[in-house]
């Protein structure tokens, strides 16, 4: 797949046909739907045991990560046909060590908003203007289609993530709603992680090359190598974090204790421009698949 110009759930629901049409051990289906009723897809790949998950996507300006994760895909079910790498791993090797589910695009309705702007058709056409302070330009819009952002929205200190915000409602970005997993997007993502009984997650972002493994002591003992050695692949940083709540790696950290990682990729002020795609794609994958190579 190639992204050009723009990607939206128009473009990932083309991309998954081609994929479980092209490559008969790639499974697709959806964990819910958006606000606006748009599927949120997951893709499957691998037959190991250990159960990874990468989901991307939640912040509707950092919507390259979409294409991105699916670049992976596509490049980690090549390989396997050839008997090659992706990422410079066996590709064989980590569809028997791991077994993978992703979901490429978390909001949909807010990557739609960000690169196509307001249509006078949108339901909440009049508040969604109000909230972006009057302009009609939503390139830099971070939250879901009702001005909440999705990263801010899981029950890890919630109160605590909201109180320093001091964003009191629907917002581009930072509001994390009047309650956690009040979006339908967070619920969805949430109750199929409890149901999937996930052993390693990862979440994708954009901005600093970095990786966030951490998380107010719930991480396991050897998160942190994990982390290291997934940045040395990509050339990125391993970083301790603090002061940050409410995301899913934190509330995944929370409440299973198992590894949860944010990864930040690229560099630059989002959007990050199409131009940058390939450079982070081929840093990325090399992240992406050190990650199925540590499963035990």
């Not at 508040?127 to 990263?151: C, I, P, T, Y």
């Not at 709540?245 to 509330?251: H, N, P, S, T």
């Amino acid at each position: 797949m190639k992204a050009n110009g723009c990607y939206t759930n128009a473009e990932l629901t083309e991309d998954i046909r081609r994929l479980a049409e092209r490559y008969p051990f790639i499974s697709a289906g959806t964990i819910g739907a958006s606000w606006l009723g748009a599927p949120i897809y997951w893709l499957r790949i691998g037959e190991g045991a250990y159960r990874w998950h990468y989901n991307a996507c939640c912040h509707a300006n950092e919507w390259i990560t979409a294409p991105l994760v699916v670049r992976f895909v596509d490049e980690y079910a090549q390989a396997l046909l050839a008997g090659g790498s992706v990422g410079a791993k066996s590709a064989v090797s980590l569809y028997r060590k791991a077994s993978l589910w992703v979901v490429p695009m978390l909001n949909p309705d807010g990557a739609e908003l960000a690169q196509k702007g307001l249509a006078p058709t949108h339901p909440l056409c009049r508040e969604l203007r109000e909230w972006n302070g009057g302009s009609g330009d939503f390139a830099d819009w971070k939250a879901n289609a009702r001005g909440v952002d999705l990263n801010d929205q899981f029950p890890a200190h919630w109160e605590e993530e909201r109180s320093r915000r001091q964003v009191s409602g629907p917002a581009p970005r930072d509001f994390g709603g009047y309650a956690p997993l009040s979006e339908p997007e967070a619920w969805a993502l949430a109750n199929w992680t409890r149901c999937m009984d996930f052993d390693a997650v990862l979440s994708l972002h954009t901005q600093g090359e970095e990786i966030y493994w951490n998380y107010r002591g719930h991480e396991p003992p050897y998160a942190e190598e994990w982390a290291g050695r997934m940045a040395e692949a990509a050339g990125y940083r391993a970083v301790y974090l603090e002061g940050s709540d409410a995301g899913y790696k934190d509330w995944f950290l929370q409440a299973f204790g198992r590894p949860g990682f944010t990864v930040e990729a690229g560099l630059g002020r989002n959007p990050l421009p199409l131009a940058d795609f390939e450079a982070i794609s081929e840093r990325l994958n090399r992240l992406l698949a050190q990650a199925l190579y540590l499963s035990p």
